[in-house]
């Protein structure tokens, strides 16, 4: 019986969400430093910021928004690595491709 209940906690509360995977609070994400819910996307979007390349957990990469504004995003190749209403923002100024809720305006990328 307390093999079962073991089993059953571990799955109810030892699998956590990753980076890009919705949430509606910080709590939701994680609770290493840095780790938050951007509630600025749709449905919540677990991300670590700020972050350096190579810090990232390993579904995710470190994009750079601005000099001082960096995020852990998912990884993709293309639209179908990312949850649904996302799409996979192909590589620029540097940066990898990542999963975000829309492909970003020219006048609002500014490469580092």
């Given at each position: 019986?307390?093999v079962?209940?073991?089993?059953?906690?571990?799955l109810?509360f030892?699998?956590?969400?990753e980076?890009g995977?919705?949430?509606?609070r910080?709590?939701d994400?994680?609770?290493?430093?840095?780790?938050?819910?951007?509630?600025?996307?749709?449905?919540?979007?677990?991300?670590?910021?700020?972050?350096i390349?190579?810090?990232?957990?390993?579904?995710?990469?470190?994009?750079?928004?601005?000099?001082d504004?960096?995020?852990?995003?998912?990884?993709?190749?293309?639209?179908?690595d990312?949850?649904?209403?996302?799409?996979?923002?192909?590589?620029f100024?540097?940066n990898?491709s990542?999963?975000?809720s829309s492909?970003?305006?020219?006048?609002?990328?500014?490469?580092p």
């Amino acid at each position: 019986m307390k093999v079962r209940f073991l089993v059953f906690f571990v799955l109810l509360f030892g699998c956590g969400r990753e980076i890009g995977d919705d949430c509606s609070r910080n709590s939701d994400c994680g609770s290493g430093t840095g780790y938050m819910c951007d509630l600025s996307k749709p449905g919540g979007y677990c991300t670590i910021s700020p972050c350096i390349e190579g810090t990232c957990p390993s579904e995710a990469v470190c994009v750079k928004f601005s000099p001082d504004d960096s995020y852990c995003m998912r990884q993709c190749h293309d639209d179908f690595d990312c949850r649904k209403g996302y799409v996979c923002v192909k590589a620029f100024c540097g940066n990898p491709s990542f999963c975000n809720s829309s492909q970003p305006q020219e006048s609002a990328i500014s490469c580092p």
